[in-house]
């Protein structure tokens, strides 16, 4: 315990470093003026022989070599990182000092000063300063080994929030390299008291304040049952103090089996903000439990999710339907590790094979279809690739509803996005094409539903999905890693989010309540600047925006300012989950299947005849460029129908 008892004790005196720096370096050039003495006129001259004004001399270095110190900023270099810099600037501060003090010494004829002393007196203040600042190192980092058990001290951390999580870390991480300071915390009956021997040193909103004071290197964000809206204040606080933040994983992460100090970066789900919308988890285990599910796109951002939150409900079986042979093994070797007792069925397949397709459903047997297949990068699809989001995001999905309707599906679920609603892109509008594929083949259900079971057809649209492949979040990340500058379209761009385990449970509880020709919105609440989602993780990395700079590089071909979840023509309907709606759309049957004849029918197409093609059908549809006159073209030869 006296470890402990030194390592409080540097604590509550470090407010007061810079004084007690200075009153030190005051007596070690005290003394050194008297090893001097005593080098030069050995043990038995060294009191007798100076002169009668050796005090007021001695008075006057000292003045002489604090002012240096000052003006060199000596007192506010820290001890225990004392290194080859700080000996450099003893140096230096130590010559200039010795110089004045040699120069007015002779000027003012002190002629009983010995000569040796005003040039020896420098060489050994300078060894006594450096030695006194390297054995407080050694001493300071004996300590931490012995009380972290590691010799090097690299973490030093201020603990926001000063409950069971705060009590449970500091017990956790005391002993790996990581030494808690001080705790932080709005309840004001907390404060002073001690929580694992740490004190509580005050609010939240003083972290700036206590991060200088300690020489903090870290912030843990410890708050984990808070509100959503209290812990986004607690990262902005922290955030503000220009120093890395770390935070203890979330109830939810607790409840999965993470242990509390198990501290991780900053998460994109962090920064929502909001709390996460509350689903239905015995209707959808009845939805899902004991049945076949197949997902298509298994392996993307959206589809590996989907894999995830589908299996923590025992289905009987687990398709893996992905294009990609990379992502197909990824998401099958993490899911065989995490639930081995689901049995996976790993097919590389393309929803634009209908032969394909067809024949999967007929082996297979799934009873429930999640469509996550798609082309989702805006600029990509706009220029030289609009055929290919055609044909992949409306024809693909045609082709495995299709199958899923002629195969006896019980539900399919097509993963739309607030991209559809009144698009300015080209996928925008292949995704509100696919929404239209959805309605008529649920109006043909509707019809068919006296003669069978039918399938129910339905769509889930949402924002854009933080930490998903080609999001923003990876984007800022990769940039800030390299130093910057981090790159934002416009200074005024926004976007609705949402996390990639929220969007997941969406779709899968749009699965288990829909009845067919409907698209589920999330309210997503107000939607999010880029250029403040920028700036946050800029500032919570450590960084300033002196730093890592943000440049703006223009809208990319069909990138809108703001997005929309609903359409001005789209009823709304509640539904018993508070912020999930149904949006009911027109049935443009006849329009979208000559869009898709059009595409069955031919391997090429133009991006300016897509574009054509879509605003005919997607009424709302505004492409971002003119689309030209339609001219007569001749259709090549295809075997694809």
Not at 247 to 252: G, I, N, R, Y
Not at 490 to 500: A, L, S
Not at 519 to 545: C, N, Q, W, Y
């Amino acid at each position: 315990m006296t470890w402990h008892h030194l390592d409080t004790l540097l604590t509550r005196i470090r407010p007061h470093r810079e004084p007690l720096a200075l009153v030190l370096d005051a007596l070690m050039v005290a003394a050194c003026w008297n090893i001097t003495y005593l080098f030069r006129l050995g043990f038995e001259r060294w009191q007798n022989a100076r002169p009668d004004y050796d005090g007021w001399v001695l008075a006057a270095v000292l003045a002489v070599y604090l002012g240096v110190f000052v003006l060199l900023k000596v007192p506010k270099g820290m001890w225990r990182f004392s290194g080859f810099g700080e000996v450099q600037r003893l140096t230096v501060a130590c010559a200039v000092a010795g110089m004045v003090t040699a120069v007015g010494v002779l000027m003012a004829q002190l002629a009983q000063v010995p000569r040796a002393v005003l040039a020896l007196h420098p060489v050994i203040t300078l060894m006594g300063l450096a030695m006194v600042r390297i054995g407080y190192r050694m001493l300071y980092e004996h300590m931490r080994g012995r009380i972290s058990g590691s010799m090097h001290e690299t973490r030093r951390a201020l603990v926001m929030g000063a409950g069971d999580a705060a009590k449970l870390l500091i017990a956790g991480i005391q002993h790996h390299g990581w030494v808690v300071v001080g705790l932080l915390d709005d309840d004001a009956r907390k404060h002073g008291a001690r929580i694992g021997n740490v004190p509580v040193l005050g609010p939240l909103d003083s972290a700036a304040r206590w991060s200088e004071v300690h020489g903090i290197t870290h912030l843990i964000v410890a708050m984990p049952s808070a509100a959503p809206e209290r812990r986004r204040r607690a990262l902005d606080l922290a955030a503000a103090t220009a120093l890395p933040v770390v935070t203890v994983p979330t109830a939810a992460e607790l409840r999965d089996g993470q242990a509390v100090a198990q501290v991780r970066e900053i998460e994109p789900d962090d920064l929502l903000g909001r709390a996460p919308v509350q689903l239905d988890e015995g209707g959808i285990s009845e939805c899902l439990s004991g049945k076949v599910v197949l997902i298509t796109g298994a392996g993307g951002s959206i589809g590996s999710e989907l894999c995830r939150q589908v299996a923590r409900y025992g289905p009987l079986r687990l398709v893996l339907y992905e294009l990609s042979e990379f992502a197909l093994y990824r998401i099958e070797q993490e899911l065989t590790e995490a639930f081995p007792h689901i049995p996976l069925v790993r097919l590389v397949g393309d929803v634009r094979d209908p032969e394909h397709l067809r024949a999967t459903f007929a082996r297979v047997r799934p009873q429930v279809v999640f469509h996550a297949a798609a082309y989702k990068h805006v600029p990509l699809m706009e220029d030289d690739n609009a055929f290919a989001a055609v044909r992949n995001n409306t024809l693909g999905t045609w082709r495995a509803a299709s199958a899923a309707a002629a195969a006896g599906v019980e539900r399919f679920v097509l993963i739309s996005t607030d991209k559809a609603v009144n698009p300015t892109n080209v996928m925008g509008a292949t995704k509100r094409a696919a929404e239209m594929v959805i309605a008529k083949l649920a109006a043909q259900m509707a019809e068919q539903a006296e003669t069978g079971t039918r399938t129910r057809f339905m769509a889930v649209r949402f924002g854009n999905v933080l930490g998903s492949s080609g999001s923003v979040i990876p984007k800022f990340k990769e940039q800030i890693a390299r130093g910057g500058p981090v790159t934002v379209t416009h200074p005024d761009i926004t976007r609705f989010f949402m996390t990639i385990p929220e969007a997941a449970r969406l779709v899968v509880q749009a699965g288990a309540i829909g009845e067919g020709g409907q698209v589920f919105v999330l309210d997503m609440g107000e939607p999010v600047k880029i250029v403040d989602l920028a700036r946050d993780l800029i500032r919570l990395s450590g960084h300033t925006l002196a730093e890592i700079p943000i440049a703006f590089s223009g809208l990319r071909p069909g990138e809108k300012l703001y997005e929309e979840l609903l359409a001005d023509a789209d009823a709304t309907l509640p539904t018993r989950f508070e912020r999930l709606r149904i949006a009911r759309l027109d049935d443009r049957s006849a329009d979208v299947q000559a869009l898709l004849d059009w595409a069955a029918a031919r391997s090429v197409a133009s991006d300016d005849e897509v574009r054509e093609r879509l605003a005919r059908l997607v009424g709302e549809y505004q492409p971002a460029r003119p689309i030209p006159p339609a001219t007569p073209r001749t259709t090549p030869f295809s075997t694809d129908r």
